[in-house]
């Protein structure tokens, strides 16, 4: 088997957003059988959370939607995540210029970064929106939002490795 396409998913605090979609990726990924292709991760750019396991809301909201997200646990991004990752994925524009600036310390990058919508057509340079100082609605929003950008990515990732018509 070839190296598997290595995934890193950030948001501020690696406790709402980024973890919400490390799980559904996988799942997603998983659903479709394609999972062994892939290695994914989440991280924040802030430490203030560090070794936290994701926001209560963001659990009991994903698992209304039957993700488990309940055993990831935050980690801040480092320059050494530019060299391992293939693809290291914003979840809003602020996070992506925090990213564009931290990867210039990085002594050999081969990440490529993009905003985690890029790949939902119309969504393209959209945010996901934080939903930590918001109620119920917003991690609702922010589900919805990682489910379709979930499949859209999948599929774009799948076809770049050459498989075609995935069940996905």
């Not at 310390?105 to 393209?124: C, I, M, N, T, W």
């Not at 996901?128 to 990515?153: I, K, Q, R, T």
Request: aromatic letters at 10%.
């Amino acid at each position: 088997m070839t190296e598997p396409v290595r995934i890193l998913f950030v948001c501020l605090g690696n406790i709402c957003r980024s973890p919400t979609v490390e799980g559904v990726f996988r799942a997603h990924a998983e659903k479709a059988g394609w999972d062994a292709m892939f290695e994914v991760d989440s991280a924040g750019t802030s430490d203030a959370h560090s070794g936290k396991s994701p926001d209560h809301r963001s659990q009991e909201h994903a698992k209304e939607r039957g993700y488990d997200i309940s055993s990831l646990r935050a980690r801040q991004v480092n320059t050494d995540d530019f060299e391992r990752f293939d693809y290291i994925f914003a979840m809003d524009s602020k996070v992506l210029t925090d990213l564009q600036q931290l990867q210039t310390l990085s002594s050999q990058p081969k990440a490529e970064l993009a905003l985690f919508l890029d790949y939902v057509d119309g969504r393209a340079g959209q945010d996901v929106p934080d939903p930590y100082y918001s109620g119920a609605a917003a991690f609702d929003h922010v589900l919805d939002l990682v489910d379709e950008g979930s499949v859209a990515l999948l599929r774009f990732l799948l076809k770049k490795q050459g498989v075609f018509g995935c069940s996905c």
